[in-house]
């Protein structure tokens, strides 16, 4: 667990923020100058803030209160940046025992057989970095910040120098150091594309605030923080499994609230996978549509309105526990007469997978 609680003031801006970050990605998410790069250099030793308290892994690494300040190496933390920062003299091999040698003694952590294998690099151990892709070059610098055993990583923006294949290629293996390390990760990204697929936890940073903070799913579900993202960014996560491809080409992934069927997916039965359901594919009516080419349509019950304009952001409950958003008029919320308890059927055009 990584406990922060900061406040700095800068010329004209001013940090004041506090958050848990438990075990898995935590994601700080915001756009661009809300604060997110002064958190994790603060959390980095980096930067030394006005006043504050950093905890990780049990160990107080900065308390204004108490004068205690250790400095970035003693923190333990590993710091990948978007440039990787490779050793250009040296090979991948070299560059990644490199980390190692800092590694903290007794620290549980994976050997570099483990990490080569983690992270797809065993065909790249005799080359130097200027032989590497973008994306290869990533993921040696998250090795070698790996095989130091930190208490912690962070990761700014690390795919934020790619283009959108080289993106595509990484994300598997982030995927894999998330759910095989047991090392917490700081992430930053203004791109919801990678927040959806990665984050366990969801951190929203607005001028220097925390305007929402807890489990992706609950934070991504809630209409007063979908209003201060980007239109097309709104929607919801819901999590599931493949159990069958169906022979006209869709694949069918069961979640806790019902079976959802989506284009075909090219994963095996029994895979985890996640959905992003955005709030304008997302159609309430009263009774059960008939006549209809819609396949997903899920039992749910009116939890909360929040007008937005001429629109409303709808949140509803669906039966196992989930919940979805779903952007129409308010012209419509007055018309099927929706409140709070009512319910109705959430019929959802499409499901993307993130």
Do not use: W
């Amino acid at each position: 667990m990584l406990t922060v609680a900061l406040r700095h003031r800068f010329t004209g801006f001013a940090l004041n923020v506090a958050f848990d970050a438990p075990a898995g990605v935590t994601a700080l998410f915001g756009r661009s100058g809300s604060g997110k790069t002064t958190i994790v250099n603060a959390v980095a030793g980096l930067l030394r803030t006005d006043a504050g308290r950093i905890v990780a892994d049990g160990r107080v690494l900065f308390d204004s209160a108490t004068r205690v300040d250790l400095t970035p190496q003693q923190r333990r933390i590993g710091y990948v940046f978007q440039d990787a920062r490779l050793f250009p003299h040296l090979t991948v091999r070299q560059n990644l025992l490199y980390g190692a040698r800092f590694a903290r003694q007794g620290a549980v952590a994976p050997s570099l057989d483990t990490v080569v294998d983690l992270l797809g690099l065993g065909g790249l151990l005799p080359r130097r970095p200027a032989l590497l892709s973008g994306g290869e070059q990533a993921r040696v610098g998250i090795g070698r910040a790996l095989l130091a055993r930190p208490r912690l990583m962070i990761l700014d923006e690390p795919l934020a120098a790619l283009d959108g294949q080289r993106r595509a290629e990484i994300l598997p293996y982030l995927e894999r150091l998330r759910d095989d390390t047991a090392v917490p990760i700081l992430y930053i990204s203004h791109a919801m594309a990678e927040v959806t697929r990665l984050a366990t936890t969801l951190v929203m940073i607005e001028a220097g605030r925390v305007t929402q903070a807890g489990p992706i799913d609950r934070v991504l579900s809630d209409p007063l923080a979908a209003r201060s993202m980007e239109g097309g960014d709104v929607g919801a996560v819901l999590s599931g499994h493949v159990t069958a491809q169906e022979p006209d080409g869709l694949t069918r992934i069961t979640t806790p609230d019902g079976d959802l069927l989506v284009p075909m997916v090219a994963a095996s039965p029994g895979q985890t996978l996640r959905l992003r359901v955005k709030a304008a594919e997302v159609i309430l009516s009263l009774s059960r549509p008939q006549d209809s080419s819609a396949l997903n349509v899920l039992p749910a019950t009116v939890a909360r309105i929040e007008p937005d304009g001429p629109t409303a952001l709808v949140q509803v409950r669906l039966d196992g526990g989930g919940a979805l958003l779903a952007r129409i008029t308010c012209r419509s919320v007055a018309a099927l007469g929706l409140a709070p308890g009512t319910a109705c059927f959430a019929t959802i055009k499409s499901a993307g997978l993130v």
